[in-house]
């Protein structure tokens, strides 16, 4: 049996979207893949809400994550981290040898505006990470005044992970001003994973292009270099499957619309966070929750791989804790195609479970 997938990805994927993943091959230098990639650039382009150049990487988001600290760092990167997700990003950077600090909020809040600056007063940094939405604790960043205040800083390139969101939450890429947005199919996108997309600014590329030991799978120069000049073509070969299944979903996310998308998750968001206050604890900081997915800490007395097991025995599957939350939260995701409907029935199957399970007093 199919459980229904309510983890912060891979989310389920609609029927006849997986089907056009089985179109027929064409060669990847053809005239047809690059209208492919052009038709879904452009999509893309209007679903992040920027003029940006957008690049298509056959991996996922962590493979762009990668890509950008190493080709636009040059002095020192401030990585800040609200929780596993932005620590990844640390990760990443030591493990290229690019220079970078962690700068931490505490598990459950968000990066302040205060923090983002009294970093980039040192003078020491010349690239910002910022998690808009932090899958592991459910913390949405104020994303508004933290781009405000890199305004001030007009020489810092600024990466923002958009991996758990774009699709789903309201990030207008350009009215932010961010540099590089990242993100990956298989979340808000509703797409199977296998595929990312960054939208990236052409003054990021031109510092890049200053910088070296950027690699060579995930160097954004190369990748920028073949989209403007080929143009819509990629240095290695994409996947063209995953190209049929964007272009389609891609059309069904704007015929449904920006605004109404957004307003959808706002729903489910709000539903199951009522869930979650009434049942149990909220893990998050009120004023910073995500519109995807909510982290919910288990004060219920019952281990979640029990709820989560007779849960797959009604055919849906949620989430444990990510990392250090493994054990003390569990996670449900509301993003993608998900209806209000289907939340509430999962949210029902949920409160006999914990019926069931519940210790007798
Ligand atoms: C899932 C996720 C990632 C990792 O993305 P992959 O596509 O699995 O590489 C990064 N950041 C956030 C916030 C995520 O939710």
């Known amino acids: 049996m199919h459980k229904r997938l309510f983890i912060p990805g891979p989310v389920d994927v609609l029927p006849e979207v997986l089907e056009k993943m089985s179109g027929p091959m064409i060669g990847h230098r053809s005239k047809s893949a690059t209208e492919l990639q052009k038709s879904v650039s452009e999509k893309l382009s209007r679903v992040m809400r920027t003029d940006n150049t957008i690049l298509l990487s056959t991996s996922s988001g962590s493979g762009l994550m990668e890509g950008a600290v190493r080709c636009f760092t040059q002095k020192r990167a401030a990585v800040f981290s609200i929780g596993a997700f932005g620590d990844r990003w640390y990760k990443m950077c030591t493990a290229n040898g690019v220079p970078a600090d962690l700068i931490r909020s505490e598990w459950g809040q968000p990066t302040t505006p205060e923090m ?22 459910g913390v949405r960043n104020p994303m508004k005044a933290l781009m405000e205040v890199l305004r001030d800083f007009p020489e810092v390139i600024s990466c923002v992970d958009t991996v758990s969101s774009m699709g789903g939450d309201d990030i207008p890429v350009d009215e932010l001003g961010i540099d590089v947005c990242i993100t990956s199919t298989q979340k808000c996108l509703g797409l199977p994973p296998g595929m990312a997309a960054a939208s990236v600014t052409d003054r990021a590329i031109a510092k890049a292009g200053g910088i070296s030991n950027r690699g060579l799978y995930f160097d954004y120069v190369e990748l920028y270099k073949f989209v403007k000049e080929k ?31 957004y307003q959808r998750h706002l729903a489910l968001s709000s539903r199951v966070q009522d869930w979650g206050r009434r049942n149990c604890e909220l893990f998050a900081n009120p004023d910073y929750l995500s519109v995807t997915v909510t982290c919910i ?11 989560n097991a007779a849960m797959g025995q009604r055919g849906y599957q949620l989430s444990n804790g990510y990392g250090a939350l493994k054990d003390i939260t569990f996670r449900i995701a509301h993003m993608a195609d998900m209806t209000l409907d289907e939340i509430n029935e999962m949210l029902r199957n949920l409160d006999e479970v914990i019926a069931e399970l519940a210790p007798t007093k």
Do not use: C, W
């Open 231 to 261: 143009p819509y073509q990629y240095p290695s070969t994409p996947s063209v499957s995953h190209m049929y299944a964007m272009d389609y979903q891609l059309t069904r996310i704007l015929e449904e619309g920006i605004e109404a998308r």
């Open 116 to 137: 983002l600056r009294e970093a980039l007063q040192t003078g020491l940094y010349d690239l910002v990470t910022i998690t808009q939405n932090e899958t592991s604790t």
């Open 297 to 307: 800490k288990n004060t219920l007395g019952i281990e979640f791989s029990k709820i």
